[in-house]
């Protein structure tokens, strides 16, 4: 397999301490003058005094609950919604729709450079094509290739702008189940075209 390069463009844009000494007259004075500022003379035993109440401390304000947030897989969703439902259907599966209703929205991100999601067709097999739907910023770009592949792929993140999609294929005569064939590409968000390059493998075309 040759590598390919290609560019997708974008469908949108210390306290100190102070020891004091004993100082037994002061205590005394003070101690005969705090007896008197009741402005009643002392005769005898002091009588005991109930000490002021405490004041109550303020009720704690109620800590307010935050806004319920949308799931990135509703967000991603809502975002594809549209792509999906223009994608063309694939070669020879004309008729049969898209599942959007169960499309992979794991590899969305709202606020990634570039993030993705996977959409295959309803009552797929093994072996069904593929979507893999791009995204910057959360808005939908369009689709990695021209061409949904057979047999889903696998999709990590390399980089905040960047993705590596490998996928499967057929080799000589095996079986569906069998697909020993791997051919991976880079898609890389390209700030300056406001565009997606593709750069690696692609799987043979028939």
């Given at each position: 397999m040759a590598p390919t390069t290609r560019t997708i463009t974008a469908a949108t844009t210390g306290r100190a301490v102070r020891r004091a000494g004993w100082l037994p007259v002061v205590v005394l004075a003070v101690a005969a003058t705090a007896g008197c500022s009741a402005g009643t003379a002392s005769t005898g035993a002091a009588s005991p005094t109930s000490a002021a109440p405490s004041p109550s401390?303020?009720?704690p304000s109620p800590t307010p609950t935050p806004a319920p947030t949308a799931e990135p897989a509703a967000c991603g969703q809502e975002a594809a919604a549209s792509g999906i439902a223009a994608l063309p259907a694939p070669a020879g599966l004309e008729g049969i729709p898209w599942d959007a209703a169960n499309a992979d929205y794991s590899g969305y991100d709202p606020c990634a450079a570039l993030s993705w999601s996977l959409v295959t067709l309803e009552y797929a097999t093994v072996s069904?094509?593929?979507a893999v739907l791009l995204f910057h910023d959360g808005s939908y770009?369009?689709?990695a290739t021209s061409e949904a592949y057979?047999?889903?792929p696998t999709v990590e993140r390399?980089?905040?702008?960047?993705?590596?999609?490998?996928y499967r294929f057929l080799q000589g005569s095996e079986s569906n189940a069998e697909a020993s064939g791997r051919a991976t590409a880079t898609l890389t968000w390209n700030a300056a075209?406001?565009?997606v390059?593709?750069?690696g493998d692609l799987p043979p075309t028939n």
């Open positions: 401390a303020p009720a069904s094509p593929t770009l369009g689709t057979g047999f889903t390399t980089a905040d702008d960047a993705i590596a999609v490998t075209t406001s565009s390059d593709l750069t």
